[in-house]
């Protein structure tokens, strides 16, 4: 009877183990690196088809533990980083709704794709995102300025400053 308690006691600990890895979407290989252990005898365990002992049980949840502390700390980091990222594109979207778009702007943009000697389609796609004809086509009319990102794109591309291609 001991024995038999025992397996289901290590089956319960490794059904415990299989949903920590689906929760956390831990590869069988990054655990498998963790323990030392080659990934095919970590699988077999895991899908029992080899009997698993305590202490390889144990190494596991310690590895476990750790992959999930990391992983914690690594969502933590990405959620403060969108977080950032969110924060600087909703200043950038504000763009310069409020302002007049300078007279010779869309005159300034169409002399440096000119120069460059790119169709709208060619310049658009130099930007980075890149940018539709459609929109190429409402800088050069004066209907559309673009964020300061692109701007400052277009300024080295055209080997001018940022002050002269919003300076009227």
């Not at 144990?58 to 533990?65: D, F, I, T």
């Not at 964020?147 to 400053?161: E, F, K, R, W």
Request: hydrophobic share 35%; proline share 3%; glycine share 4%.
């Amino acid at each position: 009877m001991g024995n038999l308690e025992k397996q289901k006691e290590i089956n319960e600990r490794i059904k415990a183990i299989k949903k920590v890895i689906q929760r956390y979407r831990i590869p069988i290989l990054k655990l498998s690196e963790k323990i030392d252990y080659p990934g095919t005898i970590v699988a077999d365990v895991l899908f029992f088809r080899k009997k698993a002992g305590d202490d390889f049980l144990e190494k596991v949840e310690k590895a476990l533990e750790g992959i999930v502390r990391e992983n914690r700390s690594l969502n933590t980091m990405a959620k403060q980083h969108d977080r950032e990222e969110r924060t600087k594109n909703s200043f950038e979207d504000l763009g310069f709704l409020d302002s007049k778009v300078p007279v010779k702007f869309g005159v300034k943009i169409r002399r440096i794709r000119y120069t460059l000697k790119y169709s709208k389609e060619e310049f658009g796609e130099k930007l980075s995102p890149s940018l539709s004809v459609y929109t190429i086509d409402e800088m050069e009319n004066n209907q559309f300025v673009p964020s300061l990102s692109y701007l400052i794109q277009i300024a080295d591309m055209g080997n001018v400053t940022l002050d002269w291609l919003l300076r009227d």
